[in-house]
């Protein structure tokens, strides 16, 4: 007999539940009973994270859906980046403070370069040039632009000020967190009361999550959230052994491995919609998850390590500083114009490796 939970889903979905609960629960013995390898347990724990991400996602969707577009869209903002929320808060918790900006930026150039790009070039590849509205992507490129200064002129205050104490960094740091705060609640709230402007006229009704009742998708989205709080712990805990293991680097780990763990189901579904050529959709996905993080998850990690007694603030390394204006200068000259192919996406993609690979091999 079919679990109510699993009916819902298609085969490949049941085989993804079933697959992410498996690995859920073979993080959690090779924690607390076997004390594995913490190399292993990372691993381990980060594949059973991939599913988790999704499993909140498809609640999410399906909440929405029942709930309406404008409930959606509030559930969306608030737990479309929820995995690497919790995970970058356990790394805060833990005084991994390398990581977790390694994580904020490696979240918002995957969004703009690997996801962005990855959607554009198969949606192309199919259904040849695709048309979005130019203007959504302008004003999604000045949020993006404000997200920029929002990381610059903490790094120029730091560097401006070499010999004062951290305390002044922080205080500048906070206080420039509030202001991206309330900017990202008010470019929310717009987005629901302008629905025509900064949605455009496609709708998410095709993609609606599985058929689960609303009481069911709750307690899916609720488990699903616990759980991953979790693993998140017992990933942030495994970081350090990876590290040395593997002779990575906490910025290559937080750059790269951990946002994309964290960002696997939005990946996904920005392709599929770009391939069905829903490439406003698309777009709104990567972009729009680009915006939570510098906007909103970044401050409130700031605010949060305030509150911790941890010293996080918006003080990038210039490496990092400048993947994000590369990211954001590149995404906004491909997409001003209302179109996109096949070969602007490769394009991203290769910025993206560029990145990638200077994250890899900075020492």
């Not at 539940?17 to 913490?38: I, P």
């Not at 930026?105 to 690997?114: A, C, D, K, M, P």
């Amino acid at each position: 007999m079919t679990l109510p939970v699993l009916r819902e889903l298609s085969p490949l979905g049941r085989a993804a539940l079933l697959a992410t609960l498996a690995a859920s629960v073979t993080t959690l013995l090779l924690e607390f009973v076997l004390h594995a390898d913490k190399a292993l347990i990372f691993i381990v724990s980060g594949a059973a994270i991939l599913g988790l991400a999704w499993v909140v996602g498809s609640a999410t969707e399906r909440i929405g859906a029942l709930a309406g577009p404008q409930v959606g869209g509030i559930l969306n903002a608030t737990f479309g980046n929820v995995a690497e929320l919790i995970i970058a808060f356990f790394a805060l918790e833990a005084g991994l403070l390398d990581v977790v900006k390694a994580s904020l930026t490696g979240s918002i150039i995957g969004n703009l370069l690997l996801v962005l790009g990855a959607a554009l070039a198969l949606g192309g590849r199919r259904n040849g040039t695709q048309r979005f509205n130019a203007r959504i992507a302008a004003t999604n490129s000045t949020l993006l632009a404000i997200a920029v200064v929002g990381l610059f002129v903490p790094a120029v205050f730091a560097f401006s000020t070499a010999g004062d104490p951290s305390g002044s960094r922080i205080a500048e740091s906070a206080f420039t967190a509030i202001v991206l705060i309330a900017l990202y609640l008010l470019a929310l709230a717009y987005s629901f009361s302008h629905p025509e402007e900064m949605l455009g006229a496609e709708h998410s009704e095709e993609h609606g999550g599985p058929a689960w009742s609303r009481r069911m998708a709750i307690g899916v989205l609720l488990g699903a959230a616990a759980l991953l709080a979790v693993l998140s712990e017992t990933l942030v805990d495994s970081v350090e052994p990876f590290i040395e293991a593997f002779d990575l680097t906490p910025f290559f780990v937080g750059v790269i491995i951990i946002p994309t763990i964290g960002n696997l189901a939005e990946h996904l579904v920005a392709v599929q919609l770009a391939w069905r050529d829903r490439v406003d959709f698309a777009m709104a996905v990567a972009i729009g998850s680009s915006l939570q993080i510098a906007l909103f998850v970044a401050p409130v990690l700031v605010l949060a390590g305030v509150v911790l007694g941890r010293s996080m603030d918006l003080v990038f390394e210039p490496l990092e500083v400048a993947a994000v204006g590369t990211a954001v200068a590149v995404a906004t000259l491909i997409t001003l114009d209302g179109e996109s192919n096949e070969l602007e996406g490769v394009l991203l993609l290769g910025v993206y490796l560029i990145l990638a690979a200077g994250f890899f091999f900075l020492r």
